[in-house]
């Protein structure tokens, strides 16, 4: 039987982000689209999260789709080859499939086999959590490049009736190559959970139930006000943690890139850092609403591609959500 080639590099000092992709819904969904299931309205919508729009996928348009767009558009903006990925990272809470996972199908269909692929289940922390096991990848010698991927098509989860999470959400897919660098390019990261938490976003059954005919399809739920209240006063000490052992103040950022959770939440947190007037603060949300996974990337993606912010810039970059989970960086803008 033979052995299996080892795909070992030299080990680095730092790795960085290279580049970035991005997809979103192909429809625009207003607040008075679906307001009036929550017997609410564009006002109160708009006041509650600071959402105008959010992209949502047709139903002809998959997460996989998604995925695979945003994964190309940050290949070729990295000018590598797929074959040259040595992992390839998905983050995702709405891969239709328990098993087997988004990834192993990603990397096959940007042509990146035989990469180890493998998925991640941390909500809205995702990302942040794959571009911190990218970069152990990249210092280590394991793989010289990473695909890092946060996706979701929260659409198939929404139950139009909830008052508590339903009217935020949106679909969409971000994509970053991690690589080698020889200056510091991503942080040490700042990450964890709190699990005494764990329900307070989550789905309205399980599997179980629904196998047993006790429950409808799952669809996403949560308790709102411990969330704001966990993400803000909680939130703050990782984003400032992270500023600490990343060697930087907010003066030294280009931007701050969190969670588009919520506008309130999203202020909120830039108001008890005290950031800057020069500092951007993505607010995606309002046009995108909440991706969970995907939020991330999104906004970082879009403020390079607006221009509001350069490459090279140093920006902090967290997420936080279902689990409850949490995780941050601060990276150079690729």
Same mark, same amino acid.
Request: hydrophobic fraction near 45%; charge should be negative.
């Given at each position: 039987?033979?052995?299996?080639?080892?795909?070992?590099?030299?080990?680095?000092?730092?790795?960085?982000?290279?580049?970035? !992709?991005? =997809?979103?819904?192909? /429809?625009? %969904?207003?607040?008075?689209?679906?307001?009036?299931? &929550? +017997?609410?309205? #564009?006002?109160?919508?708009?006041?509650?999260?600071?959402?105008?729009?959010?992209?949502?996928?047709?139903?002809?348009?998959?997460?996989?789709?998604?995925?695979?767009?945003?994964?190309?558009?940050?290949?070729?903006?990295?000018?590598?080859?797929?074959?040259?990925?040595?992992?390839?990272?998905?983050?995702?809470?709405?891969?239709?499939?328990?098993?087997?996972?988004?990834?192993?199908?990603?990397?096959?269909?940007?042509?990146?086999?035989?990469?180890?692929?493998?998925?991640?289940?941390?909500?809205?922390?995702?990302?942040?959590?794959?571009?911190?096991?990218?970069?152990?990848?990249?210092?280590? !010698?394991? =793989?010289?490049?990473? /695909?890092? %991927?946060?996706?979701?098509?929260?659409?198939?989860? &929404? +139950?139009?009736? #909830?008052?508590?999470?339903?009217?935020?959400?949106?679909?969409?897919?971000?994509?970053?190559?991690?690589?080698?660098?020889?200056?510091?390019?991503?942080?040490?990261?700042?990450?964890?959970?709190?699990?005494?938490?764990?329900?307070?976003?989550?789905?309205?059954?399980?599997?179980?139930?629904?196998?047993?005919?006790?429950?409808?399809?799952?669809?996403?739920?949560?308790?709102?006000?411990?969330?704001?209240?966990?993400?803000?006063?909680?939130?703050?000490?990782?984003?400032?943690?992270?500023?600490?052992?990343?060697?930087?103040?907010?003066?030294?950022?280009?931007?701050?890139?969190?969670?588009?959770?919520?506008?309130?939440?999203?202020?909120?947190?830039?108001?008890?850092?005290?950031?800057?007037?020069?500092?951007?603060?993505?607010?995606?949300?309002?046009?995108?609403?909440?991706?969970?996974?995907?939020?991330?990337?999104?906004?970082?993606?879009?403020?390079?591609?607006?221009?509001?912010?350069?490459?090279?810039?140093?920006?902090?970059?967290?997420?936080?959500?279902?689990?409850?989970?949490?995780?941050?960086?601060?990276?150079?803008?690729?």
């Amino acid at each position: 039987m033979s052995q299996p080639t080892l795909n070992q590099y030299e080990t680095v000092k730092y790795s960085r982000i290279y580049s970035l !992709g991005a =997809a979103r819904g192909d /429809l625009t %969904v207003t607040n008075d689209d679906i307001a009036g299931p &929550i +017997d609410s309205s #564009d006002e109160w919508i708009r006041q509650r999260t600071g959402i105008i729009t959010r992209r949502r996928a047709s139903k002809d348009l998959s997460l996989m789709d998604m995925a695979v767009s945003a994964s190309n558009e940050a290949i070729a903006k990295a000018g590598i080859d797929p074959s040259e990925i040595g992992a390839v990272i998905f983050s995702t809470i709405t891969h239709p499939h328990q098993t087997p996972s988004a990834a192993a199908l990603l990397a096959d269909k940007i042509g990146a086999n035989p990469a180890p692929a493998f998925d991640i289940s941390a909500a809205c922390a995702g990302y942040c959590y794959g571009i911190a096991q990218a970069d152990a990848l990249v210092r280590s !010698g394991v =793989a010289k490049y990473v /695909l890092v %991927v946060g996706g979701e098509k929260l659409s198939d989860f &929404i +139950d139009p009736t #909830d008052r508590t999470i339903s009217f935020l959400l949106g679909d969409g897919a971000g994509a970053a190559i991690v690589g080698p660098s020889e200056t510091p390019g991503i942080s040490p990261t700042v990450w964890g959970s709190d699990g005494s938490h764990w329900d307070a976003v989550g789905m309205s059954a399980s599997l179980l139930e629904l196998r047993d005919g006790t429950a409808q399809w799952p669809t996403l739920r949560q308790e709102g006000l411990t969330v704001f209240k966990w993400a803000v006063w909680e939130m703050v000490k990782v984003a400032r943690q992270a500023l600490e052992v990343a060697g930087v103040t907010a003066d030294d950022l280009s931007a701050i890139v969190t969670h588009q959770a919520n506008i309130r939440i999203i202020d909120e947190l830039a108001k008890q850092l005290a950031v800057p007037e020069h500092v951007v603060v993505a607010r995606d949300i309002v046009y995108t609403g909440n991706t969970s996974a995907a939020s991330v990337p999104l906004a970082m993606h879009a403020l390079l591609e607006s221009g509001e912010v350069k490459s090279g810039g140093l920006a902090l970059q967290i997420g936080f959500g279902a689990g409850l989970a949490f995780g941050a960086q601060v990276v150079v803008l690729p």
